[in-house]
């Protein structure tokens, strides 16, 4: 059983790469206002092409393909539609608020990303909880099915393999020194379908992503040096000190992904 804590979690750096794009097929689509909102994207890939899906019997699904497997070994690099997320640091620092809480841990969410403004008049809490994100993303190939219809063929886009993937490093500073007692990095990676299947587990994409993130933030307390963190002794002087009223607003939960251009725009 852990002591009572009272923890801190400050606002994650985001330390994402930049998204690829196919340099000749970037002006197909437009980009989002705020590419620093943009996770990722549904499309195809260059060098694999347009994949057709063709009715194996009368039950089509994906183990019909014949280019590669559930993997998805190859990310997409011209999109079609966009996987965007506004307030990306918010979000992560909620999921990990919640977390906490969850589990009996006292927390509060800070605006800033380090333990230095701390100062004397917040010696109730106990720890800071730093977090940079590494990885943040959301793939899914297009795929092509062909259906007839009376004598026509025609070719509709559905969702094929898809990756979602989620990586944080997380460092426990000790306060009041804002000595940092532990640091690692926790991730997850989802492939729906999982490699070799011929079925989607999830419903939508972003029902993948929101699983990739909840358990990577699930693993944390279950560490064992981050448990051996936390029990760390700490001054009777500081753990004297009482409340001093340090609150900040919690940022309203809203859906994880929110997709951005209409079907003209984006190819469909």
């Given amino acids: 059983m852990l002591p009572p804590l009272y923890v801190l979690v400050l606002r994650p750096l985001d330390r994402r790469s930049s998204v690829r794009i196919h340099e000749t097929r970037q002006k197909s689509i437009a980009l989002p206002d705020d590419q620093g909102a943009l996770i990722g994207f549904s499309g195809l890939n260059f060098e694999e092409g347009q994949v057709t899906i063709a ?9 019909t393909l014949r ?3 559930a993997g998805m070994p190859q990310l997409p690099d011209i999109p079609k539609t966009f996987f965007t997320l506004a307030r990306l640091p918010e979000t992560v620092q909620y999921a990990l608020t919640l977390h906490f809480r969850e589990a009996g841990i006292e927390t509060e969410m ?22 940079t994100i590494d990885d943040f993303s959301l793939f899914s190939l297009r795929r092509y099915q062909q259906v007839r219809v009376g004598s026509r063929r025609l070719e509709l886009p559905v969702r094929g393999p898809t990756r979602a993937a989620v990586s944080l490093r997380l460092s426990l500073h000790q306060l009041p020194s804002g000595r940092i007692v532990w640091q690692e990095r926790v991730w997850d990676v989802i ?9 989607h587990r999830y419903r939508t994409a972003d029902d993948a992503l929101t699983l990739a993130l909840s358990r990577t933030v699930g693993r944390i307390l ?9 029990r ?10 009482g409340p001093h009223g340090l609150r900040f607003s919690r940022p309203q939960s809203s859906d994880l992904l929110t997709y951005l251009g209409d079907k003209r725009r984006s190819g469909i």
């Fill in 67 to 69: 280019h590669m497997d």
């Fill in 232 to 241: 760390l002794p700490r001054p009777d002087a500081a753990l004297a000190q």
């Fill in 55 to 63: 009715p194996a019997g009368s039950v089509p699904d994906l183990g």
């Fill in 110 to 131: 800070l605006p800033f990303p380090f333990p230095e403004p701390l100062s004397a008049e917040n010696q109730r809490a106990t720890y800071a909880l730093g977090c």
């Fill in 191 to 199: 492939h729906d379908p999982p490699r070799g299947g011929t079925q």
């Fill in 222 to 230: 279950s560490i064992p040096k981050f448990q051996a963190a936390l």
